[in-house]
């Protein structure tokens, strides 16, 4: 969320300077905004060795400007952004979608044409991978075959606070909810009553397989 050594590009600190943050409540005394802006400008950053080259240009260019205030994980982690797209396939990958579309960022123009085909060659560069966690009835399937490719768009820690909707990344809330959430991915849809993903979302639909492990992960008690 932050520009190292650079408070003033800093997207958390210029939301907390001008008072957004913390949301609903009163701007918070110079004296604690001075000392985090102290403490971002005396930062150093050392790119990770797991990012490639490729993701550090999107990164620097795109992401850090555009999509850190909502987008909690990319900062430096190459991985979390890849579980938003199709590896080599930018027109399946709901990431790009949303952006070449202009629904993201959210709330804000279209990213210039030139952006968009920056992230667009760097996705379809990447190589095609077979999914590293097997479609099973466990609380990792389920987490990265469902909750992180299909929930997470919407049912994040953000959006929680900001339209009071359930945080999928806690373990107990989908837990509690799981009942809600077969119905979302499943008679809804074939309703077209508020399915979820809703129907305008790039986010991918889940797969019968992943359904019916959710379903068999909530009858064995929710294993991990």
Known sequence: KIATNNASESVVFKQIDSGDMPMGGARLPQESIDIMKKYIEGLSFSPSPTNSEAFLKIQKS??????????????NNESDFIKKVVPGKSSESPVFKQIDNGDMPMGGARLPQESIDQVKKY???LAVVVDPVEVKASFASIKFHLIEKSCLWCHNHINAE???????????????????????????????????????SSAPVPKAEVIWAFKEWQLAGFPD
Do not use: V
């Open 62 to 75: 795109i992401l850090e400007p555009h999509c850190f205030s909502c987008h909690a994980g990319w900062e």
């Open 123 to 125: 996705i379809d560069s």
């Open 162 to 200: 900001r339209r009071k909707i359930p945080n999928f990344e806690e373990r107990t809330i989908i837990q509690n909810n799981a009942d809600k959430i077969i119905y979302k991915i499943t008679t809804a849809r074939e309703l077209d009553n508020k399915p979820m993903p809703p129907t305008a």
